[in-house]
């Protein structure tokens, strides 16, 4: 079946430091790729995707890209702020149709808290 | 509307109750999911509803859980006689089924605690 693997956090860094958050997956074919951000108390928003291999994903200065060869989604910002505290998930979207295709499957999130 | 809406925002009850969780998707959005997020865990997918399509119910944990779609709009989540473990963070989405690529809209969720 399809997976999403990301690392574990807590995440805790400085502010204006680099931020990788690793995802790994798991899946048949070309599924679409995304991340999630989950500010407190609030529900997940989209933060970026790509839909094919090579795509990069950005937004708010967030990147990722999509590796087929090594089937991997990292996120990277080059300058963390503290309002990017939150708790990020990769998830997927697989490319075949039919039974639970249309389900995203998510990893368990990364928690990442940045102080000033 | 312009989002997702999730109501309560929050919930307390005792076990062997019955509760009930509400979600207004986007208008026009023909897809919405229901998902459960428990403490430490990721997202536990629960059930799809697809325009008037039957519902892919496989996530439903047991058969106290139900859920209904009416008018293709408002969707209901029912918890009968809840139980403890049942005490997470209840996420509504919806989309727009045009294509694979779009991702989800999510509401705020429903906390429910089971005490």
């Known amino acids: 079946g399809n997976s999403v693997t990301q690392m574990e956090g807590p995440v805790t860094l400085s502010e204006e430091a680099f931020l990788t958050i690793n995802c790994t997956y798991t899946?048949?074919?070309?599924?679409?790729l995304f991340w999630y951000v989950q500010y407190p108390g609030e529900g997940l928003q989209l933060l970026l995707k790509?839909?094919?291999?090579?795509d990069k994903g950005s937004n708010k200065g967030f990147e990722a890209t999509y590796r087929k060869e090594t089937t991997s989604f990292h996120l990277e910002k080059g300058s963390v702020q503290v309002s990017d505290s939150a708790v990020y998930f990769c998830?997927?979207?697989?490319?075949?149709?039919?039974?639970?295709?249309?389900?995203?499957?998510f990893g368990k999130g990364t928690k990442l808290s940045v102080i000033p | 509307g312009a989002g997702v809406s999730q109501s309560p925002s929050n919930k307390v009850t005792e076990k062997g109750k019955d509760v009930e969780l509400r979600c207004d998707p986007i208008?026009?959005?023909?897809?919405l999911y229901w998902y459960r997020q428990s403490l430490g865990q990721g997202l536990e997918f629960l059930i799809y509803?697809?325009?008037?399509?039957?519902?892919?119910k496989s996530g439903l944990p047991s058969d106290r859980f139900s859920a209904e779609r009416t008018g293709g709009s408002v969707s209901t989540l029912t918890i009968q006689r809840t139980q403890q473990e049942d005490s997470a963070v209840y996420l509504c989405?919806?989309?727009?089924?045009?294509?694979?690529?779009?991702?989800?809209?999510f509401g705020s969720g429903t906390r429910l605690t089971v005490v």
């Open positions: 989405a919806s989309r727009h089924d045009r294509g694979r690529g779009n991702g989800y809209t």
């Open positions: 899946a048949t074919g070309y599924p679409s």
């Open positions: 790509a839909t094919k291999a090579d």
């Open positions: 998830a997927l979207s697989p490319s075949y149709s039919g039974a639970g295709s249309y389900q995203l499957t």
């Open positions: 208008s026009g959005h023909t897809a």
């Open positions: 509803f697809q325009g008037n399509s039957a519902p892919d």
